[in-house]
T-cell receptor, first 112, second 114 residues
Framework: KQEVTQIPAALSVPEGENLVLNCSFT??????LQWFRQDPGKGLTSLLL?????REQTSGRLNASLDKSSGRSTLYIAASQPGDSATYLC???????????FGQGTTLQVKP | EPEVTQTPSHQVTQMGQEVILRCVPI?????FYWYRQILGQKVEFLVS????????KSEIFDDQFSVERPDGSNFTLKIRSTKLEDSAMYFC????????????FGPGTRLTVT
């Protein structure tokens, strides 16, 4: 059974710092991995999607990497800003039905 | 920019009552999903739906749950007889294709069962 874990559960950094959020999964047979952002009481905003054949994806200050063999993905945020404060969720797609299995998230606080 | 919408934003119901949560997926998307998030817990997959059929459902999605695409735009989740433990945020999502395609989520409906 696929399990997704995110470490750390919470992170507080000063503005401008580069940071890395970690996601690990137990079964390397995945279709894709998607990173989301969730603001308090709100829905999920898709940040990046990495297909199983890809190693990384970039969007602006965000870069996500995928290492299927080790069951890991990282989300790198460059030059963090207070507006980046949110919970970041990692989700793994194990098959072709679109089902996503989520981690518990990392809550990020960027202090001005 | 196209987005997934959900109504209502908050639904309060009494235990044992039926509720219908509504979603309007992005117009050119063909695959639809429901997830839920109990307060403080992980987002959990409920069901995926394509071509008027369920593609996959989780253990949570028992006989009390059903989904329907009643017309060309709406996608609904029905809970026949709500229980206290059904209280959660329910998210609808859609994607162009399945498997490897990006999913777009709606803002959620907060269901409170009293």
């Amino acid at each position: 059974k696929q399990e997704v874990t995110q470490i750390p559960a919470a992170l507080s950094v000063p503005e401008g710092e580069n940071l890395v959020l970690n996601c690990s999964f137990t079964d390397s047979a995945i279709y894709n991995l998607q990173w989301f952002r969730q603001d308090p009481g709100k829905g999920l905003t898709s940040l990046l999607l990495i297909q199983s054949s890809q190693r990384e994806q970039t969007s602006g200050r965000l870069n996500a990497s995928l290492d299927k063999s080790s069951g890991r993905s990282t989300l790198y945020i460059a030059a963090s800003q207070p507006g980046d404060s949110a919970t970041y969720l990692c989700a793994v797609g194990p098959g072709n039905t679109g089902k996503l299995i989520f981690g518990q998230g990392t809550t990020l606080q960027v202090k001005p | 920019e196209p987005e997934v919408t959900q109504t209502p934003s908050h639904q309060v119901t009494q235990m044992g009552q039926e509720v219908i949560l509504r979603c309007v997926p992005i117009s050119n998307h063909l695959y639809f999903y429901w997830y839920r998030q109990i307060l403080g817990q992980k987002v959990e997959f409920l069901v995926s739906f394509y071509n008027n059929e369920i593609s996959e459902k989780s253990e949570i999605f028992d006989d009390q749950f059903s989904v329907e695409r009643p017309d060309g735009s709406n996608f609904t989740l029905k809970i026949r007889s709500t229980k206290l433990e059904d209280s959660a945020m329910y998210f609808c999502a859609s994607s162009v294709g399945q498997g490897g395609d990006e999913q777009y989520f709606g803002p959620g409906t907060r269901l409170t069962v009293t």
